[in-house]
């Protein structure tokens, strides 16, 4: 049984930065891809960018393109999503979720469906 944990959420103002990290423990070699995702009040949870656990390969929406980096330390287990040049539309619960798919499966449907476990969320405020 896999378990993601999220942390890092907080309220910063437009043009801010932040890192979420991503632990993850259990059977974590089961899992092909970490993805971040996003939900905002009244909004469908949508793909915001997604690392694959075996050679480090991502993929960005284009809303976050420029903006935001995936990484990982496989040693601690974790995966950080640093976020700069925060924007009020960032504004959401932010999750840490993994996939047994391929990881072009992913990057041919970045949804949410394929991804099986789901950490809590972390809540992120952009506001001034």
């Known amino acids: 049984q896999l378990q993601l944990v999220e942390s890092g959420g907080d309220l910063v103002q437009p043009g801010g930065s932040l890192r979420l990290s991503c632990a993850a423990s259990?059977?974590?070699?089961?899992?092909?891809?970490i993805g971040w995702f996003r939900q905002a009040p009244g909004k469908e949870r949508e793909g915001v960018v997604c690392?694959?656990?075996?050679?480090?390969?991502?993929y960005y929406a284009d809303s976050v393109k420029g903006r935001f980096t995936i990484s990982r330390d496989n040693a601690k287990k974790t995966v950080y999503l640093q976020m700069n040049s925060l924007k009020p539309e960032d504004t959401a619960v932010y999750y840490c979720a993994a996939s047994r798919a391929p990881f072009t499966t992913i990057q041919a449907m970045f949804v949410p469906v394929i991804f099986g476990s789901w950490g809590q969320g972390t809540q992120v405020t952009v506001s001034s």
């Open positions: 690392i694959s656990t075996n050679d480090g390969s991502t």
């Open positions: 259990g059977f974590t070699s089961d899992y092909r891809a």
